[in-house]
Nanobody
């Protein structure tokens, strides 16, 4: 089992920055592909960024060049630095852990990000 707790959301003006953090519990963190997803009102959940246990990253098209994902396997944390935020970035952001062995997904409860125009 993996438990995930997000922090760092809030209200920011357009063009501003936020740093989201996710703290994980469990013994398999270093093997998990960690990711951030978001869901805006009335829309489906979409990938923001992913990072494998080895550090390979992948970003959603809507945030490329504006976000950076990183992880600290010793501290069992994953961080999403978001810059040049836009009103369309407003959403609930969820931390995700994907365990390839067994194909299991674990989700945090989410943190609200609101970008004012």
């Amino acid at each position: 089992q993996v438990q995930l707790v997000e922090s760092g959301g809030g209200l920011v003006q357009s063009g501003g920055s936020l740093r989201l953090s996710c703290a994980a519990s469990g013994t398999i963190f270093s093997r998990a592909t960690m990711g951030w997803y978001r869901q805006a009102p009335g829309k489906g959940r979409e990938l923001v960024a992913q990072i494998t246990g080895g550090g390979t990253t992948n970003y959603g098209d809507s945030v490329k060049g504006r976000c950076t994902i990183s992880r600290d396997n010793a501290k069992k944390t994953v961080t999403l630095q978001m810059n040049s935020l836009k009103p369309e970035d407003t959403a609930v952001y969820y931390c995700n852990a994907f365990i390839v062995e067994g194909g299991m997904h674990f989700w945090g409860r989410g943190t609200q990000v609101t970008v004012g125009s």
